[in-house]
């Protein structure tokens, strides 16, 4: 090699084509730190690695989004409904129960189409 070939070349490890430039922290408590310590071993990875890719790959199932609560609410709600139909079913017959059981039972088949789709 000439003197020439010596200077094109760069000392030290060859740089990365993807540069992770972001630094975020995550505090545990001894244990969970040594939990997530056995699980990246078990798995062959470090600490940082096990954290970035179960962070990445790992589905959690999101809150209930508001028009879901509504519906829970209405359901909930439809147990009042329930003890009313109960009281009428008592006091005026099973004819008029029946009509009642009807219409909540329309409502109560909507409000399942709804959490469905």
Request: charged letters at 30%.
């Amino acid at each position: 090699m000439n003197h020439e070939e010596k200077k094109k070349r760069k000392a030290g490890r060859p740089a990365k084509n993807i540069k992770k430039e972001i630094n975020a922290s995550v505090r545990f408590s001894r244990v969970e730190y040594f939990i997530v310590k056995e699980k990246a071993a078990s798995c062959g990875f470090s600490v940082s690695n096990y954290i970035r890719r179960a962070s990445i790959h790992s589905t959690i199932t999101p809150r209930l989004t508001a028009e879901e609560q509504l519906l829970t609410r209405q359901l909930v709600g439809m147990t009042n409904n329930m003890n009313q139909m109960a009281k009428a079913c008592h006091r005026e017959g099973l004819f008029q129960s029946m009509v009642i059981f009807e219409k909540y039972r329309q409502q109560l088949n909507e409000i399942i189409k709804k959490l469905k789709s």
